[in-house]
């Protein structure tokens, strides 16, 4: 193209751009200017005091909220207890609301114009909607009843507020989508609010996909070192267990297997080129998704913990958890009371902790009599299944030698400011074909699908996308009052597959793995798999009774982080089990303990920093020889480290600079930009396993005439790491600084990602220096192939003391509000940050002598 017409193109497209966004920053400074927006912020402050009239409440509720925003509700009944969180949920975090019920039903383009029709594609293709729409009417009587009741709290909300009344978000969205007015929310939006937690926290496809792309340049045997088996020298969670099951091989441990394990056929299918167009197109809207809701769940883990009466100083069960997920604003959680003034069978709720907004219940938190907390699974419940489209007729397929017509599915995408458009979803007997929603490739009209080259599709089964009964668990979670109730909850806890501790107020602690798990009829999910004959179908899933589970274990704890749960097991759970780093270091903490241990104990636990990962590789730096003054005083630091990524440690900063260029100096020359090393715990495994082979062909620079070994790129990256410390930092190691380079920002999922400066600094809050990295206990997780800004977080901490339960401490980030510039959008974030906690207010009485404002919701008097 002539650079002219390469100049009038580049200015048709940005032009527009530009010019809207300048005309954005000048309408934001105006209404900064005028105090307009001050005004639209407090006045979608939620009212904390006084007294309410809602419609369809039945008593008067009362709600009390401490000084950080937390509110404890009191109702008569189950109705007002769920109408009354429906309704301060939609006070504190409609915005938050609207938005993640448009993320479950692919509605962004409603809300954000063209943008987002990608996304909704995507979305729409996935199903997470028409799935959750076939829940509602299987919901029992109860069920459904509390889902109304919380629809009709958020509702009386919407009906006295509106636009900038609801959020300044909406003052903002009403300058790009003037049209936009928030729907009545319906039970459908609580129900989809599981999917999207699902997806994010169970994308295994994705590791699927990245392995048969790198087929394309690496050997099979390459490609496994870099996702290697679950290592020996690593705990699992159930050590007791781990030789009870022995017919079934090493199922549960994740052997590395072959491809699908199909052999060489299936093989061959996997490297042909005519499959990777349709694998690498799923991997362009995930990417858009990511930006939304957060990066992908792989190797994001989660701590948790329960300790005996018999090691505690309390003489009684001490329970911990804390779940990592995306930085975000507002937060993901939402800490509340929901008490009963009296127990009963109608009313059999009394139990406090955080909660979603959007759903019914406590996630994670403690009762009167129980005490319980989540960790991701890290469950194989996606299979990529390659399909055969009949060149004639590319809606049919291929089943074991037929030609079987496919499933079509309509959707209309409404487009806020444009057309709406019509796409047609593709089903396979194994679910929707992903690739038909590629955004590099061209649209289709219904009447046109889209056709793969070489006629092939990729079709994905997944749990999520079938019937969920989650629901049901978090309210019967909420009433147990031991551990038979608890599991018999946990057996509806399907989607997604959480490892679940348990504590009770008489002493006992356990562990459940709830979850669907399929069985297959051949594989190991680790690669996609021919989908034209039975030969890798599901032939349903395990029973509850044969999955996992411990009571009152000998060792008097037990300890999750996503690792491995038992070495023997007869059904595969997984081969990408999260490598046990953060398990081993909770191990190491509790059981080297001599004396009781205390919920001080605990929260150093939570905060811990200790690098595992140093432990391999700083012996080894240690004996590298540098000849030069600058590189042994930076070789000195390392000599007395205690391996603590702390804030201020100047060799800590050291440690994690170098670890980013190791990475990329051994693997970069070798593999796909996007697959560059996370630096993330599967890293570790790879990189302990390689030091012991110091001529290794992976440490050889495929860019350089000669060839590298192992000590050669170490002093390379440490030296690297040493000039680029002196460049952004200082030339005196003593004055490198962790916590300076690894800060982290809590940007708005929308607004505050919008581009434009002034918007964004609206919404969004930091930088925040922190500690640790990923694979630490305080797992502020950073990304070596991006920057060292921190993208992942404990979302919040737990301890819950069984035998005092106003003993208990918690602390989330960054607040408990969802509207810019309110006291409590941001006043967890130093506390959080510094392991500080507040109380878990439990008794009455505790509630009431910490009470900053009490407001009464009472039934609205008849016209």
Same mark, same amino acid.
């Given at each position: ?35 307009? /927006?001050?005004? @639209?912020?407090? +006045?979608?402050? =939620? ?6 009239? $809602?419609?369809? %409440? ?97 509702? /009386?909300?919407? @009906?006295?507020? +509106?636009?900038? =009344? ?6 903002? $969205?009403?300058? %790009? ?114 930006? $939304? ?571």
């Amino acid at each position: 193209m002539p650079r002219q017409a390469q100049i009038k193109s580049f200015r048709k497209r940005w032009f527009p751009r530009i010019l809207k966004r300048t005309l954005i920053v000048l309408l934001v400074l105006g209404l900064l200017l005028v105090g307009f /927006a001050t005004y @639209s912020v407090r +006045q979608s402050f =939620a009212q904390e005091s006084g007294t309410i009239q $809602l419609p369809e %409440l039945k008593a008067e509720v009362t709600v009390q909220r401490d000084k950080w925003g937390i509110p404890h509700i009191y109702a008569a009944n189950s109705h007002d207890l769920f109408m009354a969180q429906g309704y301060i949920h939609a006070q504190d975090r409609f915005w938050q609301m609207d938005f993640w019920r448009h993320i479950g039903s692919g509605r962004l383009s409603e809300m954000f114009g063209s943008s987002q029709v990608d996304t909704d594609r995507y979305l729409r293709t996935m199903g997470w909607a028409r799935v959750a729409q076939q829940e509602v009417p299987e919901i029992n009587a109860e069920m459904k009843a509390y889902l109304e009741a919380y629809a009709d709290g958020v509702n /009386a909300y919407l @009906s006295e507020h +509106q636009g900038s =009344a609801l959020s300044l978000e909406y003052a903002v $969205l009403k300058f %790009l989508n003037p049209g936009y007015k928030p729907e009545p929310w319906q039970i459908l939006h609580s129900l989809t609010w599981g999917k999207v937690m699902a997806y994010d926290l169970g994308r295994n496809f994705e590791s699927e996909i990245e392995r048969v792309i790198l087929l394309k340049t690496l050997t099979r045997t390459q490609v496994e070192e870099l996702f290697p088996p679950y290592p020996q020298y690593l705990p699992v969670i159930l050590p007791e267990l781990q030789q009870a099951e022995e017919a079934g091989g090493a199922g549960g441990a994740g052997g590395a297997g072959g491809a699908g394990g199909g052999g060489d056929k299936n093989a061959k299918l996997l490297y042909s080129p005519d499959v990777f167009p349709a694998l690498e197109s799923i991997t362009k809207p995930m990417m858009a998704l990511e930006q $939304l809701i957060g990066p992908r769940g792989i190797g994001i883990g989660s701590n948790n913990w329960v300790i005996s009466g018999q090691r505690t100083a309390t003489g009684k069960p001490i329970l911990a958890n804390d779940p990592h997920l995306g930085v975000q604003i507002p937060s993901i959680w939402y800490e509340v009371g929901l008490h009963c003034t009296r127990k009963s069978a109608e009313c059999p709720y009394n139990v406090t902790g955080f909660s979603f907004a959007g759903m019914i219940g406590i996630i994670i938190g403690h009762s009167d009599r129980i005490a319980w907390g989540v960790t991701n699974v890290q469950s194989d419940v996606m299979d990529l299944y390659i399909e055969k489209i009949n060149p004639k007729n590319p809606n049919q397929y291929e089943v074991n030698g037929k030609w079987v017509d496919m499933k079509l599915v309509q959707e209309t995408i409404q487009v806020a400011g444009s057309q709406p458009i019509v796409q047609t979803v593709r089903y396979t007997r194994h679910g929707p074909i992903l690739s038909d929603v590629s955004p590099n490739l061209k649209e289709f009209q219904p009447s046109q699908p889209l056709q793969i080259p070489q006629n092939y599709a990729v079709a994905l089964r997944w749990t999520a996308l079938e019937p969920s009964k989650i629901g049901y668990a978090i309210s019967q979670i909420n009433r147990a009052q031991n551990w038979q109730e608890f599991r018999t909850a946990a057996s509806n806890y399907d989607v997604p597959a959480q490892n679940l501790v348990y504590a009770d107020v008489d002493g006992n602690i356990g562990y459940q793995m709830p979850g669907k798990f399929p069985i297959r009829a051949k594989g190991n999910g680790r690669y996609p798999v021919p989908g034209w004959t039975d030969e890798y179908e599901w032939q349903g899933y395990i029973d509850f009774e044969q999955l996992p589970k411990s009571f009152n274990p000998s060792q008097g704890y037990i300890a999750t982080a996503n690792n491995l749960v038992m070495r023997k097991f007869p059904y595969l759970i997984t081969t990408d089990w999260v490598y046990g780093y953060r398990a081993k270091r909770i191990v190491e903490m509790i059981s080297q303990q001599t004396e009781p241990i205390s919920l001080e104990d605990v929260q150093q636990i939570q905060g811990d920093d200790r690098n595992l990962n140093a432990q391999t590789l700083v012996p080894l730096l240690q004996s590298i020889t540098v000849d030069t003054p600058r590189l042994q005083a930076a070789q000195k630091l390392l000599r007395d480290w205690n391996l603590q990524l702390g804030m201020t440690s100047p060799a800590a900063a050291l440690f994690e600079v170098f670890w980013k260029h190791l990475l990329a100096d051994t693997f970069h020359d070798q593999l796909p930009e996007r697959y560059f090393p996370d630096g993330g715990d599967r890293w570790y495994a790879v990189l302990a396993n390689l030091v012991k082979q110091p001529n290794s062909s992976w440490w050889d620079n495929h860019n350089t005439p000669k060839v590298e070994n192992r000590d050669q790129i170490l002093r390379q990256s440490f030296t690297e790491a040493v000039e680029e410390l002196e460049r952004i930092q200082s030339k005196d190691p003593k004055n490198w600084n962790w916590g300076k380079l690894h800060t982290v920002t809590f940007r708005n999922a929308t607004l505050g990602k919008s581009g434009v400066a002034p918007i964004e600094a609206l919404f969004n809050r930091g930088a925040f220096t922190t500690a640790g990295n990923g694979e630490t206990l305080n797992a502020n997780r950073w990304r070596a192939n991006k920057s060292f800004e921190v993208t992942d977080i404990p979302s919040l901490r737990m301890i819950v003391d069984l035998g005092n339960l106003d003993n208990s401490a918690a602390i989330h980030t960054p607040g408990q509000s969802g509207h810019a510039f309110h006291r409590h959008y941001n006043d967890m974030v130093d506390s959080w940050r510094k392991i500080e906690y507040h109380q878990m207010l439990w008794e009455q009485k505790t509630v009431a002598n910490n009470t900053a404002t009490t407001l009464k919701l009472v039934p609205k008097l008849a016209e």
